[in-house]
């Protein structure tokens, strides 16, 4: 995820790949990471004493496992504190991690709760955020210029996080799977399978644009698709015999219960 939210940056110029330093846990872990990205990025072990100076800087973005946040200790640093950085800042994309453990974690930082989605990649993503209550105006403008160039931001109350990730974050999956079903549908009714792929991802891209920019309600757009004893009212039928709403709708409820339950773990 972290690659996802600072390849852009790098891209559009926001961020100089020479001020970024990564750390991640193995040395063995460090060309896959560096993989895809520009020259002039530093990617250290956290066993390299160097690794250190990572916590210096004034703004961190924690993009781990969430089972690993336990393995992680705040380092004393030679931070220099500033007029828009009082603190170091600490953006933690973790699913489930809350403030409360953050800032225990990490009890000389400011902590800001992140969830951004993949669709970043492509500057069409969503992210959602929590902040602590003692961050300057500054540093939320710190925040806002990594999400904004690559998201729509959304401030919600941290309670709210967990149903926004079940629904933006964990949501591209379940959208992949419905349209590799359809592409398959069509490959066995007689497409041939480059021209099932390409029609399923328009027709997805083009349905969302049509109920966004219309303002439509899904129920709106249904029914002016499905006309009397039609196509698509057999395949609706189809569906709903399938139980395709239910499984949607609980797939989203077990992926909120999942990260609240993260929570829990650590």
Not at 44 to 73: H, M, N
Not at 85 to 91: A, D, E, M, T, V
Not at 182 to 189: L, S, W
Request: aromatic fraction near 6%; hydrophobic fraction near 45%; include cysteine.
């Amino acid at each position: 995820m972290a690659k996802a939210i600072i390849s852009p940056l790098f891209e559009r110029g926001i961020y100089k790949p020479e001020n970024v330093v990564g750390i991640v846990g193995r040395t063995s872990s460090i060309a896959s990471a560096l993989r895809g990205l520009p020259g002039g990025v530093r990617v250290l072990s956290s066993e390299d004493a160097l690794s250190r100076e990572a916590w210096s800087a004034p703004l961190k973005l924690l993009a781990v496992k969430p089972q690993q946040f336990g393995t992680i200790k705040e380092s004393v640093s030679t931070f220099r504190s500033s007029e828009q950085f009082p603190k170091p800042l600490l953006i933690s994309v973790l699913a489930g991690i809350t403030l409360k453990s953050l800032k225990q974690a990490f009890p000389g930082h400011i902590c800001v709760r992140a969830v951004p989605n993949t669709p970043s990649l492509v500057l069409e993503g969503l992210t959602g955020l929590a902040w602590e209550d003692n961050i300057t105006s500054s540093q939320k403008i710190a925040v806002r210029k990594i999400f904004e160039p690559i998201s729509e931001i959304f401030e919600l109350p941290e309670k709210q996080l967990d149903s926004f990730l079940a629904l933006t974050s964990s949501g591209p999956a379940y959208i992949a799977l419905v349209v590799e079903a359809m592409a398959d549908g069509a490959v066995a009714a007689g497409l041939p399978r480059y021209l099932s792929n390409q029609l399923a991802y328009k027709t997805l891209s083009g349905t969302a644009s049509l109920l966004r920019e219309k303002g439509l309600h899904p129920a709106e757009l249904k029914d002016m698709v499905a006309s009397p004893a039609g196509t698509t009212i057999s395949a609706l039928r189809h569906l709903e015999l399938a139980g395709l709403r239910s499984a949607l709708i609980e797939a989203v409820v077990l992926a909120a219960q999942k990260s609240r339950q993260l929570a829990e773990e650590v």
